[in-house]
């Protein structure tokens, strides 16, 4: 078992991409939510796993993550996430030391981007960009599944 520690905020300007090194494309499923835990299935760059999450308290998650077979990630997201499939680029973006991961989504969560990181504490200094805005660690309302939710709904209305 494995210990997520993450803060998450809004982005604030662009200024972002100028320290980009590299990005990556996925696309995530929600198998199953209950609880505080969650299962999720995710392709990244030809791979596919299936990670368990569990909130242990705002910003920090109990993860079990485990690769499978392509063809069984590709049967997850089609038949069994009930359409809560979300897309995005994620950009790996240095400053001052650590390595912030900026997701941009697509589809109908089209404009939203937020930058994470990941740390070994919760309480450890962090420099902050100028290009990252309010901190939305543990807001429900910046949940992913809330986020989608909120625009599947209104895409639905329009």
Known sequence: MGTEIERKFLVASEDWRASVVREQHLVDGLVAMMGGRKVRVRLCDGQATLTVKARQAPGV???F???IPLADAEDLLA??????VIGKTRYFVRYEGFMWLVDVYSGVMADVVLAEIELTRLDC???LPPWVGREVTGDPAYRKINLFRARAGQAALD
Do not use: I, V
């Not at 038949?79 to 809560?84: A, E, Q, T």
């Open 61 to 63: 998650n109990a993860e």
């Open 79 to 84: 038949r069994h996430c009930d359409g809560n």
């Open 125 to 127: 200094a962090l420099p």
């Open 65 to 67: 993550e485990y690769p």
